[in-house]
């Protein structure tokens, strides 16, 4: 006997995605697009070989904008594997700096090692040196509603 779909079955959930190629890191790459973050909620700890950003994305995914507007979460952006951080246009010691993720690349080197570049507004840019490409998006607290009501890009957004 087969059950009906219940309520509870059509809800929303976090994002918890992990990419170890190219193709799933165009995905993690279109999801963090436009995301927002203080250069503060960067995190780099060498011995772990890890480098974690706390961003506040807009739900790209959400479906349900019409019901509720526009949407942003925050999501703990990981990567690990790394080997060597570099910036360019990133005020270190400037903790309330507030960056702008456009997009993630990878540049393959040394399988299954290479470079992943994080594209920030303004000419910013963060490179990680990996050994290997391993990337995790994970949404860490409920939506919210957009500051600016719209999506990034909306002609009225601010």
Do not use: C
Request: aromatic share 6%; glycine share 8%; proline share 6%.
């Amino acid at each position: 006997m087969s059950e009906d779909a219940r309520f509870e079955d059509g809800r929303e959930v976090p994002l918890n995605l992990g990419a170890l190629d190219s193709d799933d890191l165009q995905i993690i790459s279109a999801l963090v697009q436009d995301a927002v973050f203080p250069a503060s909620e960067m995190t780099w700890r060498p011995k772990d070989r890890r480098f974690a950003i706390l961003l506040n994305r807009f739900r790209w995914e959400d479906r349900g904008r019409d019901r509720h507007g526009a949407e942003r979460v925050q999501s703990v952006l990981l990567f690990d594997n790394v080997q060597k951080i570099a910036s360019q246009g990133v005020e270190r010691g400037d903790g309330d700096m507030i960056l702008s993720l456009l997009a993630l690349d990878w540049h393959p080197g040394e399988a299954p090692g290479g470079t992943v570049e994080l594209t920030l507004a303004g000419d910013g840019a963060i490179r990680l040196q990996v050994e290997a490409l391993e990337v995790t998006l994970k949404d860490v607290t409920r939506p919210y509603r957009a500051p600016s009501g719209k999506a990034p890009g909306h002609p009225d957004a601010a």
